[in-house]
């Protein structure tokens, strides 16, 4: 297949709680929305998980742009695409910048399913019709505001609950939460909020049987991870630390994890995503899709990515009405019964709705 345009838009969609995570709080979800082109004008959707502030990683909103226009969008331009694989390759020699690549790639996969008449499920090889979700939970003021929010999300039908940690905002906090839910499935989430000077305060977590500890220490580390897991019960699970499937290789080897999370974003692709899911389903690592308050055009990513078969553990890829007063794509995704139907329809298998995303758009460019 051949790029005909390239479109970029900066979005701003309102959230309809803001969050709180150990790096910051969040109320307006800005991204780039990247719409590819075929001559037959179709169009493959994508997007840039990227945040306005390095605070996640490295990458930034604006940086993203930069880089997808003066040094991605030129390796796609007219040229001849036999196979999206081809697209991490194609982008090797550009260092780092993982989630600027993702966007465009995944923009391209779903062109590439379009264009073959097959669900992106199905083009990347994944066999589940429907998926297992949770919900990511903020920091929030009390420990009454978490519950009650608990509640809204159980009895929304969400089976597992995450519940985003830091210092001053942990042990008591599980501790309250089991006291009420002694038996939901339960994990947390440090975004590198703690040391390995806190190994005896984090080792408190391992009495209240939680699935898993998010990347409790710094976001560029293994080592301190590997000593930690060997004075923990609770598995840790890598989100920040794992950049590709051979840092996957390396954390597993030395046994810094026993649980991956797969961001498209973060490993700068979905080529990249299903190398790591290989690798884990080989080493017997379970793996689950993290989230980046994704638009429903990530989310549609997401899905897809998670209908892949060592995918054992449920995602952070929750409803559109979890996030958004309106999603830009019809229809919404819809979460029953803690589960997510994957789509039959061809690429993404969601229409991007035109009117609502012009609605929240900032800035639009095309590139040719
Ligand atoms: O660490 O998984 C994370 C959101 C933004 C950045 C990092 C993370 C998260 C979440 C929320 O946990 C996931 C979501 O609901 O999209
Ligand atoms: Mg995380």
Redesign the pocket.
């Known amino acids: 297949m051949k790029i005909r345009s390239v479109t970029l838009r900066h979005m701003s969609m309102p959230l309809l709680n803001p969050f709180t995570?150990s790096f910051g709080t969040l109320k307006d979800r800005e991204f780039i929305a990247v719409e590819v082109t075929d001559a037959e004008g179709r169009s493959g959707w994508g997007e840039s998980v990227a945040f306005v502030e390095p605070s996640?990683n490295e990458e930034t909103l604006k940086g993203n742009w930069h880089l997808l226009e003066k040094f991605l969008i030129p390796l796609v331009s007219a040229a001849e695409i036999g196979h999206p694989t081809e697209l991490a390759e194609r982008f090797a020699p550009i260092r780092g910048n993982r989630m600027a690549k993702a966007a465009l790639e995944t923009a391209c996969w779903d062109l590439y399913a379009k264009r073959q008449g097959l669900p992106l499920a199905t083009a990347i090889g994944a066999t589940k019709t429907s998926i297992e979700v949770g919900v990511?939970i903020s920091i929030m003021a009390t420990l009454d505001q978490l519950l009650e929010t608990i509640e809204h999300r159980l009895q929304a039908g969400y089976k597992r609950m995450?519940i985003?940690i830091k210092p001053g905002w942990d042990v008591d906090i599980v501790d309250g939460v089991r006291r009420k839910y002694p038996d939901i499935a339960l994990m947390v989430?440090a975004?590198s909020a703690y040391t390995l000077a806190d190994v005896d305060h984090l080792r408190r977590l391992d009495d209240y049987n939680l699935m898993m500890i998010?990347?409790p220490l710094a976001h560029d580390d293994l080592v301190d991870h590997r000593e930690l897991q060997r004075q923990m019960r609770t598995p840790i699970c890598l989100?920040e630390s794992i950049h590709s499937a051979d840092d996957a290789r390396k954390a597993i080897e030395l046994g810094s994890c026993r649980i991956i999370?797969i961001k498209t974003g973060r490993v700068g692709g979905l080529t990249e995503a299903i190398k790591l899911h290989d690798l884990c389903e080989e080493r017997q690592i379970p793996v689950w899709c993290?989230?980046?308050?994704?638009s429903g055009i990530g989310r549609a990513h997401n899905i897809a990515l998670s209908a892949l078969s060592n995918f054992t553990l449920p995602g952070?890829t929750?409803a559109s009405s979890n996030y958004w007063e309106e999603d830009i794509v019809d229809p919404a995704v819809i979460m029953r019964e803690g589960r997510i139907e994957v789509p039959q329809g061809p690429g993404i298998g969601y229409n991007v709705n035109l009117e609502r995303l012009a609605k929240y758009t900032l800035h639009r460019e095309v590139f040719k």
Request: glycine content about 12%; charged content about 40%.
């Open positions: 995570t996640y990511s995450k985003k989430d975004n998010e990347q989100d999370n993290g989230g980046m308050f994704e952070d929750a």
